[in-house]
């Protein structure tokens, strides 16, 4: 049996998860908990949110996220690849900042507007 | 100074004091209602408060149903503006607010229009909170730089873009310091403990299992900084383990180097303008005393947001501030009928620290009354939320667990309400 | 050829502004170093911040002799300068019979040093106008002509006009070698990366004003660094004194005392503590927990809670008894061990240092052209009526940076472009007041360190928080620029 506390909304359900009996979770709230408590024993994800630099006096970073949850494993590489990202506004909230990072399909999309 | 003699460059039907996550849903909530000369005035120099540099996510589940980070919270908000026609004034700064049966009058100063005072027929207060700072929480030792509060810090790394420190102990355990123990490690830092002196964490189960545990910070619960060491930089501090009365035990002494100390030791809500109005402070909250339709004890102020009370979440901030706006628009345009409706107060005793509202009007447009609370003690099996008139109970909620770190809230049938003997309810937590 | 100036000042605090103040409105070339990145940086930053009324030190002492003419010249100069000060009054109270018999001894040796309308009152009458202080108060020394002053200010200004009028200020200078060859004084600074050559040399080092003189002459006294802790509490909680509450003073100091500060704020302290380090500014929860608690014998409903600093100074205590002031070797003046009441008695001493040096054959010719005075915009100060017409003139008081003391971008930026170029956020705010209200910088330091690498051309890495090396940021985020 392992513990876990969920972490998809503020709630944190306990959940506990039941390595032997195919995953089987008990203690959520909601069905998102036990595929949650499954997933994260057998390959953990998260979405990573950061910055990146933007040229402009105004706003010297842009925020941005991935758009999904990439492998927990990636976190720092994902990570070191915005090292080297400028953009130059305007730049609009969704706009793709970083395709496809590590080939996980995932994207590092703008989080905010950011006007010429 | 009374209203007459004043020669008012404008006269809105609300001003709105702050263009953070309360100020954008209170005066986008009074637009709807109807109101139309409504003005935000905000002293940064973009809309969206704190919720800008909080770049995470976790933001907009229970409102939008899904997962935003709080510049995009922020957005949708900014995004509703738009032909609204709602003013709003930037990079300006509230000096005072003055309320008379009459009117309500504001001076405001900013760069681009300078100094100006103002008139509104109704005003919302959402100037949020600040943090507790060193000073407040007086931590011995030298003064080195390399103390930020933690929300400083972020607004250092995610907005302007420079990393305050190398090896870093966070104190308290705060959501924004959770958050910021991650936020330093993924940008290279080193994060070496998160100390809380509580035998609890103040923050939420979820940031500490994805902020603190996926980066294998510890967290030392009944614990404190007990020195800081360093004279141009923090070059150290001493951590020490507290008893049940929160002080520090001798020979429980760990010495960390680090040169960066991050304070998450609590949120003060700001209400030095709503203090210099005279309007009635609640010294459990900080905030403003307020009814259930987030008015204040000054006749057409109203209170939401973090200024109000400090919130967890930004989605209760922006259903409260809702309900301001609507209040706002109900007494600007006279909705409100003149009835003198019986008011109950609610009491709180050591089992809860405040509740919000903290007077319940008994008027006939609420059925169901929704109360916020925070425990003050750990309930982490079931247990009943009680309100009582003092001779019976009037109400009884049972909660699976509760922690002080998360607020509660509890919706109060307006018929269960109207059985109470007396003005008083006091709310209390019972074990089961 | 070498340069040779005819006075060297080795010190940056209240004493030596005030003396290079003075000698700025001469014809002489003077050097004026200081260890530190500003000026004020030790005593003078960290102390109870009064201008005393002069009823306390011996009147055949030093002490004695300048504190009540300090007094006087302490309230013109602040006028004359702009600097930050309330006249209001203090009181010497006494719990017992004992301090009523000290209060009155206090008040003979007042009268000895000059000090005008002092007044002993009962319990009574000091509870009516000091409505806070405690039931068991039965007597009070009042002391009209004492007040409140901004001292880091004070400070700065009198620097500020010295550099305006040629005096030659070098920061980030400490004196690691003072010998004297060829009829002038060598001063070697930073182990001997620099050296200066002077005609005269005044130490006025504060708590290492010893260790300068010892390098001149056979040691006359030992500095014995004294700590004192400090409360600096949230304005918002009202004024529980109206004036300077001080308990009878004893020999290890005048008390702990709560007082108004300029900016409306109370002040507590200090303990007195002896230490080794004479640079070492921790606060310790003993000493405050004991400044607490004797703070609030005089006014028992002091709410500490309301703290919104604490902060520690060292007081330059010595074994000698008095201030040390004289001529300790060839044209080399001492202004050293300047306890207190030192701030008060700092402008009657420069005159004094002056007529030492003159003794010591130095001449002294007024200048025709010094320019006197200044004028500091206070946006707060300005009247309502005006404030709309200023902005227009002026948009950056438009600004508010610091909202807790409502300070703006203007008042900021003036700060930077004085005679004296601020480098760390503290030095911005001993200027404009930054940061001193209750967030305590927390909402403005990014922005007071944004506008002063904009205005001073300096990387944001370099600005500092306070002294050199108290570095805020360690590099930009996402790597170096590309």
């Known amino acids: 049996m392992q513990e876990l506390i969920c972490i998809l909304c503020p709630k944190g359900c306990h959940l506990l998860i039941d390595e032997k009996d195919d995953y089987k979770v008990t203690g959520n709230a909601c069905p998102k908990g036990a595929v949650y408590g499954r997933e994260e024993l057998l390959h953990p994800v998260r979405v990573v949110t950061s910055t990146v630099r933007v040229n402009s006096k105004k706003h010297p970073r842009l925020s941005v996220k991935t758009d999904t949850a990439i492998p927990k494993e990636d976190v720092f590489k994902a990570m070191a690849l915005l090292n080297g990202v400028e953009v130059t506004p305007p730049i609009r909230l969704g706009q793709v900042i970083l395709e496809n990072i590590l080939g996980s399909g995932a994207n590092f999309v703008a989080t905010r507007t950011i006007e010429a | 100074?009374?209203?007459?003699?004043?020669?008012?460059?404008?006269?809105?039907?609300?001003?709105?004091?702050?263009?953070?996550?309360?100020?954008?849903?209170?005066?986008?909530?009074?637009?709807?209602?109807?109101?139309?000369?409504?003005?935000?005035?905000?002293?940064?120099?973009?809309?969206?408060?704190?919720?800008?540099?909080?770049?995470?996510?976790?933001?907009?589940?229970?409102?939008?149903?899904?997962?935003?980070?709080?510049?995009?919270?922020?957005?949708?908000?900014?995004?509703?503006?738009?032909?609204?026609?709602?003013?709003?004034?930037?990079?300006?700064?509230?000096?005072?607010?003055?309320?008379?049966?009459?009117?309500?009058?504001?001076?405001?100063?900013?760069?681009?229009?300078?100094?100006?005072?103002?008139?509104?027929?109704?005003?919302?207060?959402?100037?949020?909170?600040?943090?507790?700072?060193?000073?407040?929480?007086?931590?011995?030792?030298?003064?080195?730089?390399?103390?930020?509060?933690?929300?400083?810090?972020?607004?250092?790394?995610?907005?302007?873009?420079?990393?305050?420190?190398?090896?870093?102990?966070?104190?308290?355990?705060?959501?924004?310091?959770?958050?910021?123990?991650?936020?330093?490690?993924?940008?290279?830092?080193?994060?070496?403990?998160?100390?809380?002196?509580?035998?609890?964490?103040?923050?939420?189960n979820r940031n500490i299992v994805q902020c603190l545990n996926d980066y294998d910070i510890p967290l030392l619960l009944s614990h404190t900084i007990t020195n800081i060491e360093g004279h141009e930089r923090v070059e150290g501090v001493t951590v020490q383990q507290v008893d049940e009365h929160l002080t520090p035990i001798p020979g429980t002494e760990t010495h960390y180097d680090c040169d960066t100390v991050l304070l998450s030791v609590g949120l003060i809500p700001e209400n030095e303008i709503t203090r210099e109005a005279d309007i009635a402070i609640d010294p459990r909250t900080s905030g403003p005393i307020v009814n259930q339709h987030m008015e204040t004890s000054a006749p057409g102020v109203f209170a939401c947001g973090n200024v109000l009370h400090v919130h967890d979440l930004v989605d209760f901030v922006t259903e409260e501030s809702q309900a301001a706006g609507i209040a706002a628009a109900n007494y600007v345009q006279g909705k409100r009928s003149a009835e003198v409706y019986r008011t109950l107060e609610l009491k709180t005793d050591k089992t809860v620290g405040y509740t919000v509202p903290q007077k319940i009007e008994l008027s006939d447009d609420d059925n169901l009354i929704r109360v916020f609370f925070r425990v003050r003690q750990i309930s982490d099996k079931p247990a009943y939320v009680v309100v009582s008139d003092g001779t019976k109970e009037i109400a009884r909620f049972k909660k699976p667990f509760m922690f002080p770190g998360e607020m509660q809230h509890i919706r109060l049938p307006k018929v269960l309400l109207d059985k109470a003997d007396g003005n008083t309810l006091t709310v209390f937590v019972e074990e089961v | 050829m070498r340069d040779v100036?005819?006075?060297?000042?080795?010190?940056?605090?209240?004493?030596?502004?005030?003396?290079?103040?003075?000698?700025?409105?001469?014809?002489?070339?003077?050097?004026?170093?200081?260890?530190?990145?500003?000026?004020?940086?030790?005593?003078?930053?960290?102390?109870?911040?009064?201008?005393?009324?002069?009823?306390?030190?011996?009147?055949?002492?030093?002490?004695?002799?300048?504190?009540?003419?300090?007094?006087?010249?302490?309230?013109?100069?602040?006028?004359?300068?702009?600097?930050?000060?309330?006249?209001?009054?203090s009181f010497i109270i006494a719990f017992n019979d004992a301090e009523i018999e000290h209060l009155k001894l206090l008040y003979k040796r007042g009268l000895e040093n000059k000090v005008q309308d002092m007044e002993l009152m009962d319990g009574d009458r000091v509870r009516e106008r000091e409505p806070h202080l405690s039931k068991e108060v039965v007597a009070g020394l009042w002391i009209p002509h004492s007040g409140v002053i901004n001292p880091w200010e004070f400070t700065i200004a009198m620097g500020e006009v010295a550099v305006r009028n040629g005096v030659d200020l070098k920061l980030k200078k400490q004196v690691t070698g003072l010998t004297r060859g060829d009829d002038l004084w060598v001063v070697d600074v930073n182990d001997g990366k620099e050296t200066y050559y002077s005609n005269y040399v005044v130490n006025a080092a504060g708590v290492h004003s010893d260790e300068i003189h010892n390098r001149v002459a056979e040691p006359s006294f030992k500095i014995i660094p004294t700590r004192g802790e400090y409360y600096l509490l949230d304005r918002a909680i009202g004024p529980s004194v109206n004036a300077v509450i001080f308990q009878c003073p004893s020999a290890r100091g005048k008390g702990v005392l709560v007082s108004p500060t300029v900016h409306g704020n109370i002040l507590v302290g200090p303990n007195s503590e002896v230490i080794d380090e004479k640079e070492d500014t921790s606060v310790t929860r003993e000493a405050l927990e004991s400044v607490g608690e004797q703070a609030q014998r005089s006014v028992p409903d002091l709410n500490l809670r309301a703290s919104i600093r604490n902060y520690a100074g060292i007081r330059s205590n010595s074994d000698y008894g008095d201030f040390f002031i004289q001529v300790s070797a060839p044209h080399f003046v001492d202004i050293a061990a300047i306890k207190s009441p030192g701030l008060t008695c700092a402008p009657p001493i420069a005159l004094y240092a002056k007529d030492l040096l003159e003794q010591e054959g130095l001449a002294l010719q007024k200048k025709t052209d010094w320019k006197g005075g200044r004028k500091v915009v206070r946006f707060k100060e300005i009247p309502e009526e005006e404030r709309a017409a200023f902005i227009r003139e002026n948009p950056l008081y438009g600004r508010v940076i610091c909202r807790c003391e409502t300070i703006t971008e203007g008042e900021i930026v003036a700060a930077i472009h004085r005679e004296i170029t601020p480098v760390s956020l503290d030095a911005v705010k001993r200027r404009a007041g930054t940061g001193m209200g209750r967030c305590q910088g927390g909402f403005c330091s990014p922005r007071v360190l944004e506008i002063i690498a904009r205005e001073t051309g300096l990387d944001p890495t370099e600005v500092m928080n306070d002294a050199e090396g108290s570095y805020i940021l360690t590099g930009p985020t996402k790597g170096e620029e590309a």
Request: negative net charge.
């Open chain 3, 5 to 89: 100036y005819d006075v060297t000042i080795i010190g940056g605090g209240v004493s030596g502004a005030a003396l290079a103040y003075t000698l700025s409105q001469y014809e002489v070339k003077v050097l004026w170093l200081e260890k530190e990145n500003d000026l004020a940086m030790g005593a003078s930053r960290a102390n109870t911040a009064i201008v005393h009324g002069g009823y306390d030190p011996e009147p055949d002492t030093l002490m004695g002799k300048f504190n009540t003419q300090g007094a006087y010249m302490c309230m013109d100069l602040c006028a004359d300068l702009d600097v930050e000060f309330r006249k209001t009054g």
């Open chain 2, 1 to 204: 100074m009374g209203c007459e003699t004043y020669d008012f460059d404008q006269m809105y039907d609300l001003i709105v004091l702050g263009g953070g996550p309360a100020g954008l849903a209170a005066a986008l909530a009074a637009h709807d209602q109807g109101l139309d000369k409504i003005l935000i005035v905000e002293r940064d120099k973009e809309l969206g408060g704190i919720l800008n540099q909080c770049i995470h996510n976790g933001f907009g589940l229970h409102y939008f149903k899904e997962e935003l980070t709080g510049p995009e919270y922020a957005e949708r908000f900014i995004d509703d503006l738009k032909g609204t026609g709602i003013d709003v004034l930037l990079d300006t700064m509230v000096l005072d607010l003055e309320v008379t049966d009459r009117c309500r009058f504001l001076h405001v100063m900013g760069v681009e229009r300078g100094y100006q005072a103002l008139r509104a027929k109704s005003v919302v207060l959402a100037m949020g909170c600040r943090e507790r700072t060193r000073g407040a929480i007086q931590i011995p030792g030298s003064r080195p730089a390399g103390v930020f509060t933690a929300g400083t810090a972020q607004r250092y790394v995610n907005i302007e873009g420079w990393m305050v420190g190398k090896r870093v102990i966070i104190l308290g355990s705060g959501d924004i310091g959770l958050i910021m123990a991650r936020r330093m490690v993924l940008e290279g830092a080193e994060v070496l403990a998160c100390v809380e002196i509580m035998p609890y964490s103040g923050g939420l």
